[in-house]
């Protein structure tokens, strides 16, 4: 009796969990992330960059902007804070941003940005079609919220931990404290 109770406990939080994992893709706008999510773009030395330049390194993507009042600059510090936290652990890990405002966001600007929240990030940015591209792959959506200069970016702040071998490994939500960003990619790491 006691087995069937525990069967039947166990199928009900497996289906949960698949229907929160369903929920949490619709979420992001209905497109389910690419097993390698391939993308070209651009680096601050004008270089094309694809997602085979990083093979052998562990990514943590993030698309944003720099003009960003607020969530962009807390994601990226969470970044970095939990890079401090993982230490050495973290020399294979390589922080990206992709700019999803190729329009502000110039090489100059980005570099400049990123280098604010850590010497090893990198901002790729590119043309719109290539963003558009790149963010579908990883089911990132953004859009624009008004007119002429003076105008903000909507956008998803989740990041994405990418193995050495180009597959999306995990997408963690937007507001993971550091420590909790460097616990999953630990256990990710493998320690
Ligand atoms: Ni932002």
């Known amino acids: 009796m006691r087995n ?3 069967a039947i406990v166990a199928l009900a ?3 949960v969990l698949a229907g929160f994992q369903l929920q949490h893709l619709l ?3 209905g497109h389910q992330a690419a097993a390698v999510p391939r993308f070209t773009l651009t680096d601050h030395h004008g270089r094309t960059i694809t997602e085979a330049e ?3 390194q562990y990514l943590l993507i993030y698309f944003g902007y720099t003009f960003c009042p607020d969530v962009c600059p807390t994601s990226l510090s969470t970044i970095t804070e939990a890079l401090e936290i993982l230490g050495t652990r973290a020399d294979t890990i390589v922080p990206i941003l992709i700019s999803v405002d190729p329009q502000r966001d110039s090489t100059e600007i980005l570099t400049d940005y990123v280098a604010a929240f850590s010497p090893r990030m990198v901002g790729l940015t590119g043309t719109p079609e290539q963003i558009e591209a790149a963010a ?3 089911g990132a959506i953004y859009a624009r919220n008004g007119d002429g200069t003076d105008y903000t970016m909507d956008h998803s702040a989740s990041i994405y931990l990418i193995a050495p071998d180009g597959r999306l490994v995990t997408t963690i939500p937007h507001g993971t404290p550091p420590r909790g960003l460097a616990d999953m990619v ?3 790491l493998g320690g």
């Open 136 to 138: 579908q792959q990883f």
């Open 27 to 29: 979420g992001s706008g």
């Open 54 to 56: 990083y093979r052998g």
């Open 13 to 15: 939080v497996v289906a």
């Open 4 to 6: 069937w109770r525990k």
């Open 186 to 188: 630990a256990l990710k």
